[in-house]
């Protein structure tokens, strides 16, 4: 092909996905909004007077402000350097509830 659609080295190769090595301050303070709105729901729910099993789990887990930041922004993952990986490695980090770490860990 010519001109600007050219088929270059630089066009074809490289990684289909750019992420960062490490979280921005940003996705940092999205991250403990998060916690802190799930937080506020679970509370609310709690004192509304519901008792079902999820919630009974909810309860369980670590508030916001009870979390490590390594609990905040890294998982474990067996695969990674150091059993941890950055949150935002996660597929669907923002959906899923990661509050702990197994033991041992």
């Known amino acids: 092909m010519f001109g600007a659609f050219k088929a270059t080295m630089a066009v074809c190769g490289g990684l289909l996905w750019k992420r ?57 993952s067996r695969k990674h350097k150091g059993y941890r990986k950055g949150f935002h490695l996660v597929p669907k980090f923002t959906k899923l509830t990661m509050r702990t770490t197994p033991p041992g860990f």
């Open 20 to 76: 960062p090595k490490r979280m921005s301050k940003t996705r940092k303070a999205n991250v403990r909004k998060r916690l802190k709105a799930v937080d506020k729901v679970v509370a609310a729910v709690a004192a509304s007077g519901i008792k079902c099993k999820a919630l009974t789990l909810a309860l369980q887990l670590p508030k916001e402000c009870e979390m490590t930041p390594r609990d905040k922004y890294t998982v474990f």
